[in-house]
């Protein structure tokens, strides 16, 4: 089983419910019902037994969606007696409000035969009823009466209005006498006051609805006999009225909205036929009875159809025509509210076929439709938007005659206007259209045509619209290139224009008058051709390769702003536009390319001159150079630059680059980019980088360029190397021009040439030149750079074979010795020689490899050991085995040494192979008496003497002593002589006399 819920449709009567589900009808059918009338809920009341409106209220009367007066599918009857027919109540209207609880609904009926009835009210098909037995009225009619009241009404002054009574507003009056007769309050003669008791002479009542102003209130005593639970009879008697001498005022009026509306204070559409408005507000009185009532509209009455006490219906009249601010005035019993409305009937609307129109006018037709207001009102009459305007005159509210002028253009809209309203019905007026012949040109423009600025062209053919001064849309198209302006009409057949464009080919003109076109007719027509001068402000712009700059292309007979043109550099084409009014200027975006081209342009199938050397592309452009990386000696390595203008491999002209001259093939570029392959070379250098594109270089870029340095894996060399032997060096890295080789050869650095070994790239071997040394560093030379490895290359080391000197004589003259050996060097600095601790000179005159010449400036001592040695680097000695020695100093005889103090004093010895004052402190030489040390020693050289002065050590008496000089270790021959020291003397002897005597 499936269940589902649906919201029921507003209604009144019985429906039937169809249901299905996926498309399929249902097999069970039912219905449903809508909630039946009751009035139970509401009043029932009428004002007079001679009939009028009766206003019932209650429940479920209709169900609109807005608040609204209509006549509904209800009808009343009223049933006076069992017995009898009931009495259809009629002209029944229906009032609903959402924002009130019950529906009301009004009727009229011609007389009550009894203030008692059972009223059947039925909705929809008759289906359902509700039965009331209400009080429907008063009898009367009231005759007045002279009997005094006393009359107190609670809240009110007496004989005042200032406030206005409300409907359950509670009435007392105080009554002099009172016997039990049946009691009516009635103000005037419209509304009687419910619910009225008396109690201790004091009556209250309610107040019911009502309106006026200033109303009487009047006390009907009456004969009536009320008897419960049987129908009301009459008594015999005329009921006696009694004025109060006091009134009651209801509220002024309150006009809430007027029906229909589209906006708050807006009547909207009118119908011309009926012209119902409803007024919706409060305190309009009572639905009976209807008088007392006046709605005017502009001092126009407004005619009455209904009233109750919250709805007024009115008929608006047919002279109310138009949409204007309007007085809306409403007076209920004497009591008047005004309210300003925005007024509109119905606007005209046109119910004909659509109007086929000559274009010389002249044809009258008739327009069927409505709202055209009475006959000789005056419509105005437009065609669309065309400002063709006329007047005519209505023959009746359904049917207008119109004269349709000449005129031109699509079916424009038929628009009637009556007093500000305007039809908008799909009624249209459409003129025949315009037809194209032929086009007449100036004769002058045969040879090179017309200027592409423009000439003005004649256009012949038919039905080119009227001349009668009002606004027409007229224009010509010219397709392919060309356009026409400055339209100007001459008459049916012919009109010009200014024809402005490029191109020389036949070209379809259509003719557009108010937006109906001609024909399409092709003519020949023929501009100028192009003329290209140069470019605009050509020395200040910048020509990338790549282009997409917006360049001005100068010359003549471009055409107008705006038209296509084609521009080529050489054979590249790119489309540009002309700009300015002038026909004279192109603005293209610079195609990409390099090098000098040739420019030429083409407007419209027709081509320009070709300008030579006209346009000339930027120079590459160098910004840097990445040569970061260590390039191979001998395979180079890839480099990148990074600058503009390089071109691109599409253009089909590649770049070149050089590095110092020499090509660096090209691996891969962009217009801002180049990778190229340097190739061999060596060094560390600042070079000059160049990119050529098309014959355009650029400027030289400095960049260091460096190649990896040489490396020293092994030398082949042996222990003793000596002059002329030849060295292998193995390594890496090395360029293809062999490397040199710079190493110490015990004297300085010395670079020799090298070369390679026949089949390998990786050794060279050079030639050793004379030198000495055992660690004399070696290094591989390629440019600038050199080897970082420790590599040494050892000579032999010397050897000493035999010493030669001639005798020596003078520790401290020039003595030569000559020593012969091997491998002692060639150059004489680099040979050190000693002789015991005195240096040899080495004298450069005599040097070579076999043996050796130097001088002593001083020798002493024996035995001196003979060495030589070679090279600044890993010095290499050699050690004679014969030792040079030096002959003993000698004592010259010494004569005797007298007067010498006991002190001692200096004395001075002669002899020779003393040194003199020339040996190095480092020779130690004394002088000796008796083995005793001779104090400071002074020796010295005079006259070819030798002579050394010292100090005698301190003695007494006189005696023998034996001198003695040892110079370097070998000491003299002892010479002995007599040395005095002077005798003791006394001056002077003291006694003391204190000495002890012994």
Not at 308 to 319: D, E, K, M, R, V
Not at 906 to 911: E, Q, R
Request: glycine share 8%; proline share 7%; with cysteine.
């Amino acid at each position: 089983m499936y269940k589902g819920r649906f919201r029921a449709p507003r209604g009144l009567t019985q429906n039937t419910l169809h249901a299905s589900f996926d498309g399929i009808p249902a097999d069970y059918l039912t219905s449903f019902i809508y909630a039946s009338p009751d009035l139970s809920v509401g009043t029932i009341s009428a004002l007079s037994k001679d009939g009028g409106v009766v206003t019932i209220t209650g429940l479920n009367f209709a169900a609109p969606d807005t608040d609204r007066v209509f006549v509904a599918p209800v009808s009343v009857d009223f049933l006076f007696d069992m017995g009898d027919d009931p009495i259809p109540c009629t002209n029944v209207y229906v009032f609903t409000n959402v924002n009130q609880t019950l529906d009301t609904l009004t009727c009229t009926m011609s007389g009550f035969p009894s203030p008692s009835a059972y009223v059947t009210v039925t909705v929809g098909d008759g289906s359902y009823t509700s039965v009331s037995a209400p009080k429907l009225y008063v009898e009367g009619p009231p005759t007045p009466s002279s009997e005094t009241f006393n009359v107190v009404v609670e809240g009110l002054l007496p004989n005042t209005y200032d406030a206005p009574v409300r409907q359950g507003d509670k009435l007392i009056m105080n009554l002099q006498s009172y016997s039990g007769e049946t009691l009516h309050v009635v103000f005037g003669t419209l509304y009687t006051c419910t619910n009225v008791q008396v109690e201790d002479n004091i009556l209250t009542c309610d107040v019911p609805a009502g309106a006026g102003f200033k109303l009487p209130i009047m006390i009907h005593v009456s004969s009536y006999v009320n008897t419960p639970g049987q129908q009301r009879k009459r008594s015999p008697g005329t009921p006696q009225v009694f004025s109060t001498a006091y009134t009651v005022t209801y509220p002024e009026p309150i006009i809430r909205e007027v029906l229909p509306k589209t906006a708050f204070d807006t009547i909207e559409a009118i119908a011309l036929s009926n012209g119902l408005i409803t007024i919706v507000g409060d305190f309009f009185g009572p639905s009976a009875p209807m008088v007392s009532r006046s709605i005017k509209i502009s001092n126009t009455e407004c005619v009455l159809q209904f009233a109750n006490n919250t709805h007024l219906i009115c008929t608006a009249s047919p002279a109310l025509l138009g949409y204007h601010d309007r007085d809306m005035s409403v007076t209920i019993y004497g009591q008047n509210v005004t309210r300003l409305m925005k007024f509109r009937h119905e606007a005209p609307i046109l119910t004909g076929s659509d109007i086929a129109a000559p274009g010389s006018g002249s044809a009258v037709v008739v327009v069927p439709g409505k709202n055209f207001g009475p006959a000789g009102t005056v419509a105005n009459i437009t065609l669309g938007n065309t400002g063709i305007h006329w007047t005519q005159t209505v023959t009746n509210d359904g049917s207008l005659s119109v004269t349709i002028p000449s005129g031109s253009g699509l079916p424009q809209r038929l628009i009637v206007t009556i007093d500000n309203l305007s039809s908008s019905s799909n009624v249209f007026v459409t003129y025949n259209g315009p037809t194209l012949t032929s086009i007449i040109v100036d004769p002058s423009f045969s040879l090179w045509g017309i200027p592409t600025k423009g000439a003005v062209v004649t256009l012949v053919g038919t039905n080119f619209g009227v001349n009668d001064g009002a606004e027409h849309w007229r224009s010509l198209v010219v397709t392919d290139s060309a356009s026409c302006t400055n339209f100007t009409y001459i008459s049916q057949t012919e009109v010009s224009c200014f024809v402005s464009g490029v191109g020389n080919f036949p070209r379809a003109f259509q003719i557009i008058i108010d937006e109906q076109k001609s024909n399409v007719q092709s003519m020949g027509v023929r501009f100028e051709a192009p003329f290209v001068t140069g470019l605009h402000n050509a020395s200040r712009m910048v020509h990338p390769t790549a282009g997409g700059e917006i360049i001005t292309v100068v010359g003549k007979s471009f055409g107008h702003a705006g038209t296509p043109a084609i521009v080529r550099f050489g054979t590249v084409a790119a489309t540009g536009i002309v700009i300015g009014d002038g026909h004279n200027m192109i603005e293209v975006v610079m195609p990409s390319g390099s090098g000098v081209r040739t420019l030429s342009v083409s407007v419209g199938s027709q081509s320009s001159n070709i300008l030579a050397a006209a346009f000339t592309y930027d120079k590459p452009v160098i910004d840097s150079v990445d040569a970061s990386a260590v390039l191979h000696p001998r395979t180079g390595g890839q480099i990148t630059l990074i600058g503009i203008n390089f071109g691109l491999p599409t253009w089909g002209v590649d770049p070149t680059v050089t590095v110092d001259g020499q090509n660096c093939p090209v691996d891969l570029y962009t217009n801002d980019y180049i990778a190229c392959t340097v190739a061999s070379g060596s060094g560390s250098h600042m070079l000059p980088v160049v990119v050529t594109l098309n014959s355009l270089s650029s400027a030289a870029f400095q960049a260091q360029f460096t190649f990896h340095r040489p490396t020293v894996i092994h030398v082949e060399t042996n222990v003793d190397t000596n002059n002329g032997d030849t060295i292998t060096v193995v390594g890496n890295y090395f360029p293809i021009a062999a490397p040199s080789v710079r190493f110490d050869n015990g004297v300085t650095n010395t670079t020799v040439a090298a070369t390679f070994v026949a089949g390998y790239t990786n050794k060279i071997q050079f030639t050793v030149p004379a030198g000495s040394g055992a660690l004399n560093p070696l290094v591989v030379v390629a440019d600038n750079l050199e080897s970082l490895e420790e590599s040494y290359l050892a000579y032999a080391p010397p050897q000493i074979l035999d010493v030669r000197f001639a005798p020596i004589t003078d520790l401290t003259a020039s003595n030569s010795i000559t020593i012969f050996g091997t491998s002692f060097g060639v150059v004489p600095s680099a040979i050190k020689v000693t002789v015991g601790s005195h240096p040899c000179v080495v004298t450069s005159a005599v040097a070579n490899s076999d043996h050796i010449v130097c001088q002593l400036s001083t020798i002493s001592g024996a035995n001196n050991i003979v060495k030589v040695t070679v090279g600044r680097l890993g010095p290499q000695s050699a050690v004679a085995v014969k030792m040079v020695t030096v002959p003993k100093p000698t004592l010259s005889a010494i004569a005797p040494i007298t007067g010498i103090p006991t002190a001692g004093a200096p004395v001075t010895l002669s002899g020779s192979l003393f040194g003199g004052a020339s040996l190095p402190a480092s020779v130690v030489r004394t002088v000796t008496m008796n083995n005793r040390e001779c104090l400071n020693p002074t020796f010295a050289v005079s006259g070819g003497v030798e002579t050394v002065v010292c100090t005698i050590p301190h003695g007494t008496g006189k005696h023998s002593h034996t001198f003695v000089v040892t110079v370097d270790g070998q000491a003299s021959a002892p010479q002995t002589t007599t040395v005095s020291y002077l005798p003791p003397t006394v001056d002077i002897v003291v006694p003391d006399v204190d000495v002890p005597a012994n």
